[in-house]
């Protein structure tokens, strides 16, 4: 199932996505697929999985541990790509990769995007490319069947926000807040107010998924409810391994648990908010 059938099909049912990030190989490369199941167990309707980094610009502390972690079990891009084929085996969930440009430069963009494809990767988040810089990219991806997720934030102007929408697809990604990922107690004014800019341009023409400090389910609620198709929560479930650690059943059960009261708040009976 492609990332904008899924989309489609939760629209249809009256509820938000829930996309769950996860770091490719934490606590080790043999466990993540376990994970994947586990938050699909929960209702997770796309995964994200990152490829780990050694310098990840765009994350904070919970997540930079879990690309230290994910390194030190020996997880390599490659690694990485094996793991999303081990779970298109048992499932058609969607996977989003999420990496960064000189993991993919190494390797040429070409044959990187070729061995994604071949692996079942149904989209891509390059989290240093800019939209001004994306051409050859964004061809080789559509070449091989792989959505281009770009993201947008608080400071992206009208005019950036109409270039980065004729190059995503699959859905955009809106960082809701200035910074790095992380856990956060609310969602912000200013979440909610480049939310409805941004829903302005996207109705009808690409899902809109919200992330960075959404880790609870009344954020997913009040996100859902003021216009985003999606929500996506990371450093709360990469918290959640990290606090099992060691305890591979525990961080299963954990990560369903959590899953599913994350879900039910993208349901429309549960995310009546008032608009205004």
Known sequence: MSISERFQELKKQNEGALIAYVTGGDPSPKYTPKIVEALVKGGVDIVEIGIPFSDPIADGPVIQASDVRALNAGTTPNTVLNIVREVKKTSEIPIVLLTYYNIIFRKGVGRFLEDASKSGVDGIIVADLPVEEAEEYKENAEKNGIDTIFLASPSTSSSRLEKILRMTSGFL????????????????????????????YTVNRIPLAVGFGISKPEHVKSIISYGADGAIVGSAFVKL?????????NILEALTSYAKSLKAATRQEYSQAELS
């Open 241 to 249: 391994i990290e606090e099992k650690y060691g305890d591979l059943t």
């Open 173 to 200: 990604y809106l960082i809701s807040v200035f910074g790095v990922t992380g856990i956060r107690e609310h969602v912000s004014q200013i979440t909610i107010q480049t939310l409805k800019r941004l829903r302005h």
